[in-house]
């Protein structure tokens, strides 16, 4: 889940990680670091979830801007002021970046790849624009059947040889799907078939399939806008909650990227 930060629909952000922490499901939230720190709300919230074993915690920016605007020397400092105050607050040292706005050029990856960053989540679209989607990794191992998904313990005990192996590589986990795709200035539902139609044919190809969620998807909005409030709206969780018993009935596993990586070959 994109855009989570300080003082900004916290009632709808701590919505949704309460629901998946009474789930037991895996959430992986894209911080803007330098809004972070001092909404207690949100931050006591990611720390819960985080103690749980259940947040992988990413960075979605030091400010929410675009990054292929910045030269590499600015990218390399804004991720690390974002990296470093991560470790600072939460004690985890990020290696997942989501891009504002998906922008990524070559000087991202190699800013990423200075301070240790070693994957990056953008989009489709952004992806065929770098390079006509080459660099999208591919998780051999992992069918739709999950017949060759390794075990928990196995994924464990070889978190840390894969991730000390990175030496040179940033894997790209590009996000397949929206919840809500922002359409002609408003966010537009996405039907949860055609989630779950992705997402078989996402697994089919690359071994994964990412749903991208923001706060604002769970948000009740005012009267005859588009404008979010801070109030959650069951519905949309309801919703949530069918896709999550769906994927599950497709013996799909939910995770976070760091686990998807080890499944290279």
Excluded: C
Excluded at 166 to 184: A, C, E, R, S, W
Excluded at 205 to 214: E, N, P, Q, S
Aim: glycine share 6%.
């Amino acid at each position: 889940m994109d855009d989570i930060q300080d003082y900004w629909l916290y009632s709808v952000q701590s919505a949704v990680m309460d629901f998946l922490m009474l789930k037991g499901k895996k959430l992986s939230l894209g911080l803007i670091m330098h809004l972070v720190g001092n909404d207690s709300k949100v931050v006591d919230k990611i720390k819960t979830g985080l103690d749980k074993g259940l947040f992988e915690l990413d960075v979605h920016g030091w400010n929410h801007n675009n990054y292929t605007k910045l030269n590499l020397s600015d990218q390399k400092q804004s991720l690390y002021h974002a990296s470093l105050k991560m470790e600072k607050m939460f004690g985890v040292k990020p290696i997942v970046f989501i891009p504002p706005f998906d922008s990524f050029n070559n000087d991202t990856i190699s800013a990423m790849k200075k301070i240790g960053m070693r994957i990056i989540s953008s989009g489709l679209l952004e992806e065929n624009r770098f390079d006509q989607n080459r660099s999208i990794f591919s998780a051999n191992h992992v069918g739709i059947n999950n017949s060759k998904i390794p075990s928990q313990k196995l994924l464990d005990s070889n978190k840390k040889n894969v991730i000390n192996n990175m030496t040179t590589v940033v894997y790209h986990l590009p996000g397949t799907i929206f919840f809500k795709d922002f359409q002609n200035g408003k966010w537009v539902k996405t039907p949860l078939v055609d989630i779950l139609g992705n997402a078989s044919r996402n697994i089919a190809k690359y071994g994964y399939a990412i749903v991208v969620l923001h706060p604002q998807d769970f948000a009740n909005t005012y009267n005859g806008t588009t404008t979010p409030t801070n109030s959650a709206n069951k519905t949309e969780i309801s919703d949530l909650s069918k896709l999550i018993e769906s994927l599950k009935s497709r013996n799909v596993k939910i995770m976070p990227f760091d686990k998807v990586i080890s499944f290279s070959s």
